[in-house]
């Protein structure tokens, strides 16, 4: 069975969004919630957190250095150094009971992120958007409940994307230069047993690793809808898992202590820390948004 570890001990209300940062062998990460976007150097335990004037769903890393955030008002460039946010833009401004949710930047360079029905949980009124590095922004997917799961296949052919509530894990052909999507497939729809999805990566082998946040744990799904692996976490509630350490081969997962109740928490008191497990196939990077 692999082991475990518990690297960090954040006690996040809800942990989520693991970025690897190879240059730094360092992994950021977001606390929902709290608002914050933090970093954690593995090999020391150092942290730091920039706090955020909104709620944060997602980042990413950019080429030209600091992150473009989804906040609850939309989508923005921030700059570490001075904890500047320049505004982009805010598709979705007319459903206000939404909110930013999942995101990550394919491996062409462009920063998709989607939303979430945050008042019900229930309302098919959440969309997923494709930020290009020139600014503009496009709505690529309409009807979802819970956006979530983004990965990409090693070659950037195939993008993974789930919708949560929805309970479903599909694949698209992707086009690296134009950045659309086509040929919508389901590849697995998990129950709650088995671990309804939530964020997700992806390996050298084209499997699929999905947070099971129903069910504590981590799921590996291979490319025709198998589940492949299943790894038990010491936690109520996974959110995320990427890939990062020299060797890529090093799994973090996020967690949240979000609703959770004061029985499961005694009985998993780690929840709302950050995990780590090694596995024998490497993860596949992401990249940096271009713009």
């Known amino acids: 069975m692999a082991e475990v570890r518990c690297i960090l001990d954040a006690k996040a209300t809800l942990g989520e969004c693991p970025v690897w940062s190879a240059e730094e062998q360092a992994l950021y990460w977001v606390d929902i919630m709290a608002p914050a976007l933090n970093r954690l150097d593995p ?11 909104d709620t944060i769903g997602s980042f990413g890393l950019r080429e030209r250095g600091g992150a473009v955030v989804a906040l609850r ?27 930013f949710n999942d995101g990550k930047v394919s491996p062409d360079g462009r920063f998709w992120a989607g939303t979430m029905d945050e008042e019900s949980l229930s309302r098919p009124s959440a969309a997923l958007y494709r930020l290009d590095p020139d600014g503009s922004c496009r709505r690529m997917i309409d009807g979802l409940i819970v956006s979530n ?6 070659n950037g052919r195939t993008m993974f994307h789930s919708d949560s509530k929805g309970q479903r894990i599909c694949a698209y052909d992707y086009d690296p230069e134009t950045g659309d999507i086509a040929n ?3 590849v697995a729809q998990p129950s709650e047993e088995i671990g309804r ?12 690793w999905s947070a099971g946040i129903s069910a504590g744990v981590l799921n590996r799904w291979t490319p025709d809808g198998k589940l492949d692996r299943q790894i038990p976490l010491p936690c109520v509630a996974p959110t995320m898992p990427c890939f990062g350490g020299p060797d890529m081969r090093t799994v973090f997962v996020t967690s949240l202590r979000h609703h959770a109740s004061d029985q499961k928490l005694a009985a998993k ?15 596949v990077p992401v990249a940096k948004f271009k713009g």
Do not use: Q
């Open 43 to 53: 090999a020391t335990g150092a942290t730091r957190s920039w706090p955020l004037p």
């Open 73 to 99: 008002n939309g989508l923005h460039l921030f700059d570490f150094d001075t904890g500047r946010l320049t505004f982009l833009t805010h598709p979705g401004s007319d459903k206000p009971g939404n909110r």
């Open 149 to 154: 799961g983004l990965a990409w296949s090693a």
């Open 184 to 186: 919508r497939r389901i």
């Open 197 to 208: 999805p939530d964020g997700a990566a992806t390996d050298m082998e084209g499997c699929y």
């Open 269 to 283: 008191p780690l929840s709302g820390g950050i995990f780590a497990v090694e596995v024998e196939v490497p993860g």
